[in-house]
């Protein structure tokens, strides 16, 4: 890591980060404290370096021992810095003096004092320590993470603790809001010390009266699968958490048939992203084996984005349905005018071959590109998510295919009659009034499903698609055209019509338009409000009786919340994943990619800015940028310095469904925060030293 000075004409000086943006967040601390990094390097050359992983949660680095009074007896040293709880448990003293390196037993009382009040300010903390390594050691190079604890190899003493604050950017609070309106749940699990994943929880809106309490790692590895199935749902925030934590949430979340997504950038996420649902990397911050392991890579790195998609799924899938409900109503409409004007054996048919393949193959299809482009409606993001059995094909479209096909007809073949016996028009106006009135019912219709359960009449139906006023004026245009012009209305069948027909071809379609209107209000204020809940009401108690007489004929057991389990004929259950597994099942799971020594993260240049005017902050490993904070899609949660992972959990299919979990990098903040998508609604930081994740559910 490095700070590189660029001096531009309009600028005296400026720094640009090289490196993890925690590393980052130190150097520029010893400049501003007035220290001379490049001349501390070489006053302290390294001999060997200890990389972080999520075990042990710190790294170091070795050096010959600058302090002359202790060479003789410690000739080498070791600079570290890590987790405060976990390194302070492996320290046998504190440092009294700097200059002569003079100590005393460590006070662990006062630490952890000390390390809880910089956690509950919501500052992501990390202890730095001196090893001293003894004259008998002879290979230094040996060192591993887990040689810091045998004090006959190196003697640690606490130096102090540094805490690191990158806020929540609001742009993430405001995602995790909207997700928890859309009915997600935003988790997060991170690997920072619980004060500190609290006090961001709380910035977040993570805590409410359903969820206070927080879980550690170590609670976590402790409970059987039940116990995690119930702590699951009524948790948001797990802290000091491990890679196989992460699987044992996931896990949790589908035995309870929610639709997992795991969000990740390491290579420790990859079990987890598997086992998911929808396993989603980070595109900028992931690593090679998290993006093979998961199914979507999310390119930005931002959680917001999850929460974005969610939106923008919900919208694809609102378009399809308003084209399925649109569409066949019209087109049955086309064939039953002709068919019941034969069944009432009028004297000529209302629509010839060549019209029906006209409105058909022309207005049709035109008035669907203005559905399918139609933006989301405002209150997609305040519904819950739908099962993910549902169909595009549902109750609506079978009452409208015959309410809105039923009015259809009757308007164009009442608009026939009005024109042809009562009026006494020829047979070519009639046909034209009747053409007219079945496309200009097209265009009215058409307009209602733009807004599928809520009113069509309101504001945003004039500016909210303009698409939908051009596909509107080129079918009306082509009619006109057709109309008029000589030769060309010989060939549809029509011919010219006057003020009083066109009356008629205006009133009939707003008619349809009024009455649709009016079923929705009825549909809003009396089936939503009143029906259905006690439809569902008496669907639960006939569904619990059928469940006692199966059990009581010894075929079946009852199943939980009533529900109907499928038999299967063979195998085990697609959502009954085995207990949660150790670490030893989590290394069993990682692809062979996984299977290789980790080394510290590569440089990544990012602007470095001080606490004071920086927009965003510097962070660890893996980062995304969120509400001032990184946010990485897997691992960390929306604190500072740590990974973030969001999970949603919800019956909902789509892009980002209802369960999420999302590890979330910092590239911007000191390690400090982590984002979470969104979503894929909550938004941390993550750190390169700590394995944090953030969970929508």
Known sequence: MDLLPLTPRHQTKRYVPVGPPTEVCFVTLAEKLGMNVTDERSRYPRIHAVPFDSEHKFNATLHANPYPLLAEEYPYVAFVK????????????????????????????????????????????????????????????????GTFGDTSKVKLVMCGIVGIMDPPREECIVAIREAHQAGIQVK??????????????????????????????????????????????????????????????????????????????????APALRAADIGVAMGITGTDVAKEAAKMILVDDNFASIVTAVKEGRKVWDNLVKIIVFNNPVNFAQGFSVLFALIL???????????????????????????ALEPPEPEVMTRPPRPPSQSLVGPLFYWRLVFVCSIVVIVVLGGFVWSYSALKYTLDQSRTVAVSVLIFCQITYGFSCRFLYSSAIRKEIFYGNPVAWLCAFIVFALQVFLIYTPGVNEFFGMAPIDGPLWGICFLLPTVVFIVVELEKLIHRRLVLVYLQPHVKHYERK????????????????????????????????????????????????????????????????????????????LDGEKSTTVNGHAAEI??????????????????????????????????TVPDQQ???????????????????????V
């Open 82 to 145: 890590g987790a405060p709880d976990r390194l302070l448990a492996k320290c046998t003293a504190e440092l009294v003096s700097a200059d002569d390196v003079i100590t005393r037993d460590v006070d662990s009382e006062f630490w952890k004092r000390e390390i809880s009040y910089f956690g509950s300010k919501g500052l992501r903390c990390l202890a730095f320590c001196l090893g001293l390594i003894p004259k008998d050691v002879k290979d230094v190079k040996e060192f591993r993470a």
């Open 188 to 269: 997060m699990i991170t690997g920072d010390h619980p004060d500190t994943a609290l006090a961001i929880g709380k910035m977040l809106g993570l805590l409410d009266s359903g969820h206070q309490r927080h879980y550690t790692g170590v609670e976590l590895d402790a409970m059987t699968p039940q116990e995690l199935d119930a702590c699951i749902k009524h948790c948001n925030i797990f802290a000091r958490t491990s890679p196989a934590n992460k699987l044992q949430i996931v896990q949790a979340l589908k035995r309870d048939n929610q639709v997992s997504c795991m969000t990740g950038d390491g290579t420790n996420d």
């Open 345 to 371: 054996q009028f004297s000529s048919i209302p629509l010839t071959t060549v019209q029906v393949l006209y409105v058909n193959l022309v207005t049709s299809v035109t008035l669907e590109i203005m559905l």
């Open 542 to 617: 006939i569904v619990h009786a059928y469940n006692r007489v199966m059990c009581c004929w010894g075929k079946k057991t009852p199943t939980k919340q009533g529900s109907l389990k499928k038999h299967k004929s063979s195998g085990e259950s697609k959502n009954s994943p085995k207990a949660a597994s150790g670490p030893a099942d989590v290394e069993a799971q990682l692809p062979k990619e996984a299977n290789v020594e980790l080394q510290p993260t590569s440089s990544i240049p990012m602007p470095v800015k001080t606490t004071e005017d920086r927009p965003q902050k």
């Open 634 to 667: 897997s691992n960390n949660h929306p604190s500072s310095g740590t990974k973030t992972s969001h999970t949603t959990a919800s019956g909902e299919e789509e892009n980002i469904s209802k369960t999420i979990m999302t590890t979330a990098t910092t590239t």
């Open 674 to 696: 982590r984002p979470l998508g969104e979503e894929a609604a909550g938004a941390v930081t993550k750190s390169d030293h700590t394995d944090d994740k953030l969970a929508i």
